[in-house]
Nanobody
Framework: QVQLTESGGGLVQAGGSLRLSCAAS????????MGWFRQAPGKEREFVAA????????YLGDSVKGRFSISRVNAKNIMYLQMNSVKPEDTAVYYC??????????????????WGQGTQVTVSS
């Protein structure tokens, strides 16, 4: 059973930076196909970033390209989401997710089996 725990959310001013962490237990290889999503009030869950199943390629949502990046530290079983140049529209609950098995479409929330509880990010203007 995989358990995911996000941390690092909070209040940040527009233009600032924040780093989210996702600690995973029950996994031997952090990052394999894992990803980040976000959901703002009244909106659908949105793809933010993900690793390929091999872990060698990263994918970013169009709205965060050039500002966010995804990384991991295998020895610590932690995945990160580095958020730079944040904007008020980045305000949302951020979730890390694990597909458990290989999925072709890493940008679809339906590809993921395990989810963390989420961490709130609020960007003030």
């Amino acid at each position: 059973q995989v358990q995911l725990t996000e941390s690092g959310g909070g209040l940040v001013q527009a233009g600032g930076s924040l780093r989210l962490s996702c600690a995973a237990s029950g996994r031997t290889f952090i990052g394999q196909g894992m990803g980040w999503f976000r959901q703002a009030p009244g909106k659908e869950r949105e793809f933010v970033a993900a690793f390929s199943w091999s872990g060698g390629t990263t994918y970013l949502g169009d709205s965060v390209k050039g500002r966010f990046s995804i990384s991991r530290v295998n020895a610590k079983n932690i995945m990160y989401l580095q958020m730079n140049s944040v904007k008020p529209e980045d305000t949302a609950v951020y979730y890390c997710a694990d597909p458990s098995v290989f999925k072709v479409d890493v940008t679809s929330s339906g590809s993921y089996k395990y989810w963390g509880q989420g961490t709130q990010v609020t960007v003030s203007s």
